[in-house]
């Protein structure tokens, strides 16, 4: 791989890195309710457990390594789905 490509690899797994971390950030800034893990941002329903996935997928890809592409498949099925009900049950409960 040229280390032009290999850079830009690396963009989608650093803006999801950030991005995940900026979620974090607003959670704690606003007292850390349960809700503010699952609420939407940029039209995206759980993007707290979406954005994991994400950076695993593209490290994945950067790596060019297809365990660690599996293990983001696993963890998609089983975190994505676990956060979308949460995510219900919390906006149910308001």
Do not use: K
């Not at 939407?40 to 593209?58: E, I, R, S, Y």
């Not at 790596?63 to 219900?88: C, D, E, F, K």
Request: charged share 10%.
């Amino acid at each position: 791989m040229r280390p032009a490509t290999a850079a830009s690899a690396q963009v989608p797994t650093v803006a999801g890195l950030a991005g995940y971390y900026a979620l974090w950030v607003r959670c704690l800034r606003t007292g850390r309710p349960v809700a503010a893990l699952y609420r939407p941002v940029w039209g995206v329903a759980v993007p707290m457990a979406v954005l994991p996935v994400l950076v695993f997928v593209a490290a994945a890809g950067c790596l060019r390594n297809p365990w660690l592409g599996a293990s983001a498949v696993v963890l998609a099925v089983g975190h994505v789905p676990a956060a979308l009900r949460i995510a219900r049950e919390v906006s149910d409960a308001r």
